[in-house]
Nanobody, 115 residues
Framework: QVQIDESGGGLIQAGGSRRLSCTVSGRIFSFYVMGWYRQVPGKQRELVAR???????EYADSVKGRFTISRDNAKNSVFLQMNVLRPEDTAVYYC?????????WGQGTQVTGSS
């Protein structure tokens, strides 16, 4: 059983910054593709950013230049540094671990960008 725990959400003023953290149980963290997704009510969950096993990163166009994803394999952790937050970044953010096509999800953390 893979346990994923997120933290760092909250109410952030527009233009502000926040770092989300995610830890994953188990010994094979370095083999996971790690990602952050977000979802607002009534819409599909969307990819925000992900970091591949080798360290390459991918971002949604809406967050490029503002958000940075990183991983620390020694700590079984992945982070999402969010800068210049906008009200439209408001969503529940989910940490995702993918191994050979199998997805594991955290419980989500609410991020609210206030105008």
């Amino acid at each position: 059983q893979v346990q994923i725990d997120e933290s760092g959400g909250g109410l952030i003023q527009a233009g502000g910054s926040r770092r989300l953290s995610c830890t994953v149980s188990g010994r094979i963290f370095s083999f996971y593709v790690m990602g952050w997704y977000r979802q607002v009510p009534g819409k599909q969950r969307e990819l925000v950013a992900r970091v591949l096993v080798g360290g390459d990163t991918e971002y949604a166009d809406s967050v490029k230049g503002r958000f940075t994803i990183s991983r620390d394999n020694a700590k079984n952790s992945v982070f999402l540094q969010m800068n210049v937050l906008r009200p439209e970044d408001t969503a529940v953010y989910y940490c995702n671990a993918n191994l050979n096509g199998v997805d594991y999800w955290g419980q989500g953390t609410q991020v609210t960008g206030s105008s």
